[in-house]
């Protein structure tokens, strides 16, 4: 990757931000970057658990001042809903061990539906992380004097800035800087639950004899229609509550082996964690009567009430406080996490741009996670940090991709094979999630069209179209080559005996990627542009580590053998044409990189060499070719051109 004293200094601030490169080739490297079960429950589980800031506040806010009474029944079906979404989750790890929600939906459903699946979940991390700064920001200026609240905003965005350069440097990394904080939100939490609770046992009597009266009152004044009709959009309003629960089965490529009993066991930590919690929070609201106040959180009056006159009240209130500030902050992570993730499939099956793909020398997908920082930015901007604006957004597109996995894998167990003992409790499991999704989603959607369900909606629709275009344009430019080296590809080549190539004449290397007919035309426009010049040929491979191969120790080999056997079809080529010939090929991160380095160790072996590289152009360039399809060959060319080696690029022209 080039000699870091030669670096320059802004390429040295880079280095002292996100870490120095990781060895690609240290075995150790793939256990370094992998988490056991309580690492995950901190980096996937921190947004699930660190939603009890904003999740129950607006469930409970939505029954309004006068029905408060619902309360006991909101903390119930939202800690019911979570085991259910938790236990749907953890058999769906079971079955799709590389991951949920779009895999499930674009298997079980279709291309089409998949894409719609993997869209809503994209842009409910860019939601994650963006409504994790926002409240992290509130929680800690609640502890503030209300003049300050102008600086929330700015604070926010100060907060996502750190979580982009700490995931730059990798996701172990960012997960133990926080491990700390995790602990010491879920202590102070569950004493403030548990106090907020028994303080209030001598009263339980009369509690339930006030709440008993309050729901006559309430069914008498709203009628047994209206009073289901504001629980239910209480309850849908709470659906930010759920948002960190399939962040698991899609981090599931981090988690050490043995991954299904580690993911599963996440699920467990992740699902009595957050249920506890959620339910716990709305209980105390109910006890302690607690109403919203603006600039301030609710959980933040809970404190105060709860602990006035106890020894260091002040002290606990902001420790609690400044924890789950500091834990939204680290809920981002599982945006920052999964996210890329799902970029990285997306791009993988010609959704998204391919760059998508491409891995950092710190082995994460640094251009996922700097478009996820530019893309939550964007929306802190546009909701200015308002959490309830951003929960409407949010819950939408959680509820969309949830009704869609849920659906898919009810389909998948309506088609198993009916001797399975489990298949009946399966399908009963994913058909009560289907419904209770769904029908969350809709009452999110109708009752808060206008209030950001509309726009949400159309921003997944847009993204969605901008896939389908993207897609339609990869399909057209891949059709167009097959058409044009048809016949190139078809030809069966036989080798022939050559001689070894002499290195002191002048000699051909030809930069290769896949086997196909680009490559080939390559090869044959080099020796009938330059008949009888070249007395051999010697092709050059690298093999891409992009986040699609990334997945194990035995990856790099697989890739190795991929390049290897693609060069031998070349080999067969030249001697087929009589033509002396060899091959060289490494792996790497960067395309243009590891070419370089490749070309220069081989000139160093041939020193007559001129490098040829093939690269598709189009009959009318549009703007947004340079985004779709990268720019290596001539990339390297500029990089070989300074070393002083002679470059020649040749074109494989379509008419687009």
Same mark, same amino acid.
């Given at each position: 990757?080039?000699?870091?004293?030669?670096?320059?200094?802004?390429?040295?601030?880079?280095?002292?931000?996100?870490?120095?490169?990781?060895?690609?080739?240290?075995?150790?490297? &793939?256990?370094?970057?992998?988490?056991?079960?309580?690492?995950?429950?901190?980096?996937?589980?921190?947004?699930?658990?660190?939603?009890?800031?904003?999740?129950?506040?607006?469930?409970?806010?939505?029954?309004?001042?006068?029905?408060?009474? #619902?309360?006991?029944?909101?903390?119930?079906?939202?800690?019911?809903?979570?085991?259910?979404?938790?236990?749907?989750?953890?058999?769906?790890?079971?079955?799709?061990?590389?991951?949920?929600?779009?895999?499930?939906?674009?298997?079980?459903?279709?291309?089409?539906?998949?894409?719609?699946?993997?869209?809503?979940?994209?842009?409910?991390?860019?939601?994650?992380?963006?409504?994790?700064?926002?409240?992290?920001?509130?929680?800690?200026?609640?502890?503030?004097?209300?003049?300050?609240?102008?600086?929330?905003?700015?604070?926010?965005?100060?907060?996502?800035? &750190? @979580?982009?350069?700490?995931?730059?440097?990798?996701?172990? =990394?960012?997960?133990?800087?926080?491990?700390?904080?995790?602990?010491?939100?879920?202590?102070?939490?569950?004493?403030?639950?548990?106090?907020?609770?028994?303080?209030?046992?001598? =009263?339980?009597?009369?509690?339930?004899?006030?709440?008993?009266?309050?729901?006559?009152?309430?069914? !008498?004044?709203?009628?047994?229609?209206?009073?289901?009709?504001?629980?239910?959009?209480?309850?849908?309003?709470?659906?930010?509550?759920?948002?960190?629960?399939?962040?698991?089965?899609?981090?599931?490529?981090?988690?050490?082996?043995?991954?299904?009993?580690?993911?599963?066991?996440? @699920?467990?930590?992740?699902?009595?964690?957050?249920?506890?919690?959620?339910?716990?929070?709305?209980?105390?609201?109910?006890?302690?009567?607690?109403?919203?106040? =603006?600039?301030?959180?609710?959980?933040? #009056?809970?404190?105060?009430?709860?602990?006035?006159?106890?020894?260091?009240?002040?002290?606990?209130?902001?420790?609690?406080?400044?924890?789950?500030?500091?834990?939204?902050?680290?809920?981002?992570?599982?945006?920052?996490?999964?996210?890329?993730?799902?970029?990285?499939?997306?791009?993988?099956?010609?959704?998204?741009?391919?760059?998508?793909?491409?891995?950092?020398?710190?082995?994460?997908?640094?251009?996922?996670?700097?478009?996820?920082?530019?893309?939550?930015?964007?929306?802190?901007?546009?909701?200015?940090?308002?959490?309830?604006?951003?929960?409407?957004?949010?819950?939408?597109?959680?509820?969309?991709?949830?009704?869609?996995?849920?659906?898919?894998?009810?389909?998948?167990?309506?088609?198993?094979?009916?001797?399975?003992?489990?298949?009946?409790?399966?399908?009963?499991?994913?058909?009560?999630?289907?419904?209770?999704?769904?029908?969350?989603?809709?009452?999110?959607?109708?009752?808060?069209?206008?209030?950001?369900?509309?726009?949400?909606?159309?921003?997944?629709?847009?993204?969605?179209?901008?896939?389908?275009?993207?897609?339609?344009?990869?399909?057209?430019?891949?059709?167009?080559?097959?058409?044009?080296?048809?016949?190139?590809?078809?030809?069966?080549?036989?080798?022939?005996?050559?001689?070894?190539?002499?290195?002191?004449?002048?000699?051909?290397?030809?930069?290769?990627?896949?086997?196909?007919?680009?490559?080939?035309?390559?090869?044959?426009?080099?020796?009938?542009?330059?008949?009888?010049?070249?007395?051999?040929?010697?092709?050059?491979?690298?093999?891409?580590?992009?986040?699609?191969? &990334?997945?194990?120790?035995?990856?790099?080999?697989?890739?190795?053998?991929?390049?290897?056997?693609?060069?031998?079809?070349? =080999?067969?080529?030249?001697?087929?044409?009589?033509?002396?010939?060899?091959?060289?090929?490494?792996?790497?991160?960067?395309?243009?990189?590891?070419?370089?380095?490749?070309?220069?160790?081989?000139?160093?072996?041939?020193?007559?060499?001129?490098?040829?590289?093939?690269?598709?152009?189009?009959?009318?360039?549009?703007?947004?070719?340079?985004? #779709?399809?990268?720019?290596?060959?001539?990339?390297?060319?500029?990089?070989?051109?300074?070393?002083?080696?002679?470059?020649?690029?040749?074109?494989?022209?379509?008419? !687009?």
């Amino acid at each position: 990757m080039g000699d870091p004293s030669s670096d320059t200094w802004h390429e040295k601030g880079w280095r002292f931000l996100v870490g120095k490169p990781r060895d690609l080739f240290d075995r150790s490297v &793939f256990h370094s970057l992998l988490l056991v079960p309580v690492l995950a429950w901190v980096g996937l589980g921190s947004d699930g658990l660190s939603s009890c800031a904003y999740g129950p506040e607006e469930a409970f806010k939505a029954i309004g001042a006068s029905h408060t009474y #619902l309360g006991i029944a909101l903390a119930i079906a939202t800690a019911l809903t979570v085991v259910l979404l938790a236990t749907a989750y953890g058999a769906l790890i079971e079955s799709f061990p590389t991951g949920g929600g779009y895999g499930v939906a674009t298997r079980m459903l279709g291309r089409r539906v998949g894409l719609v699946s993997g869209c809503a979940l994209l842009v409910d991390y860019i939601l994650t992380i963006t409504i994790s700064v926002a409240s992290a920001s509130k929680a800690i200026f609640s502890l503030l004097p209300p003049d300050l609240g102008h600086w929330m905003l700015p604070a926010a965005l100060g907060g996502l800035l &750190f @979580m982009v350069v700490m995931n730059m440097r990798g996701a172990k =990394e960012s997960i133990l800087v926080l491990l700390p904080i995790f602990a010491i939100f879920v202590i102070t939490h569950a004493i403030l639950i548990v106090l907020g609770i028994a303080r209030h046992l001598p =009263e339980a009597g009369a509690t339930a004899t006030h709440l008993a009266s309050d729901f006559r009152h309430g069914v !008498d004044t709203l009628g047994w229609g209206g009073v289901v009709w504001l629980f239910a959009t209480a309850y849908a309003m709470g659906g930010g509550t759920y948002t960190g629960i399939e962040a698991v089965s899609n981090g599931l490529p981090l988690l050490k082996e043995p991954r299904i009993q580690n993911g599963k066991r996440t @699920m467990v930590y992740l699902a009595v964690s957050l249920a506890l919690a959620a339910g716990g929070m709305i209980t105390c609201y109910l006890l302690w009567d607690i109403r919203p106040e =603006e600039n301030r959180t609710m959980n933040a #009056l809970l404190a105060e009430r709860v602990t006035a006159g106890l020894p260091g009240s002040t002290v606990f209130v902001w420790t609690t406080m400044l924890s789950a500030g500091a834990l939204l902050v680290a809920a981002a992570q599982a945006g920052f996490l999964s996210g890329p993730r799902v970029m990285s499939n997306l791009a993988v099956d010609g959704w998204l741009p391919r760059s998508f793909q491409t891995l950092s020398e710190r082995l994460v997908t640094g251009n996922a996670i700097l478009f996820l920082g530019l893309a939550s930015a964007a929306a802190l901007l546009y909701t200015r940090g308002d959490v309830t604006h951003i929960v409407v957004l949010y819950s939408i597109n959680v509820f969309l991709t949830f009704t869609l996995t849920m659906a898919g894998m009810w389909r998948f167990w309506a088609k198993a094979d009916k001797g399975i003992k489990k298949r009946r409790r399966r399908i009963a499991l994913y058909v009560l999630g289907t419904l209770v999704c769904g029908g969350i989603l809709v009452m999110t959607a109708v009752t808060k069209f206008r209030e950001g369900g509309l726009v949400a909606l159309a921003v997944t629709g847009l993204i969605v179209s901008v896939c389908l275009l993207i897609h339609a344009h990869y399909q057209s430019v891949s059709s167009k080559l097959r058409k044009l080296y048809m016949e190139l590809e078809s030809v069966d080549r036989v080798a022939r005996d050559t001689p070894p190539i002499d290195p002191k004449k002048p000699v051909a290397a030809i930069l290769v990627s896949r086997y196909g007919g680009v490559g080939i035309h390559t090869v044959l426009n080099v020796f009938r542009s330059f008949p009888g010049h070249f007395h051999g040929v010697v092709f050059l491979s690298v093999g891409i580590v992009d986040s699609g191969k &990334f997945k194990g120790e035995d990856s790099l080999d697989e890739l190795r053998r991929e390049t290897e056997d693609s060069l031998a079809k070349y =080999e067969v080529l030249a001697k087929s044409l009589g033509i002396p010939c060899t091959s060289r090929h490494a792996l790497g991160l960067d395309i243009v990189d590891e070419v370089e380095s490749l070309c220069l160790a081989t000139a160093k072996e041939y020193p007559k060499l001129t490098f040829f590289a093939g690269k598709v152009i189009f009959g009318k360039p549009q703007w947004y070719h340079a985004i #779709l399809h990268n720019d290596a060959a001539m990339a390297v060319q500029r990089r070989l051109q300074l070393a002083g080696r002679t470059v020649v690029v040749l074109p494989a022209r379509i008419n !687009d």
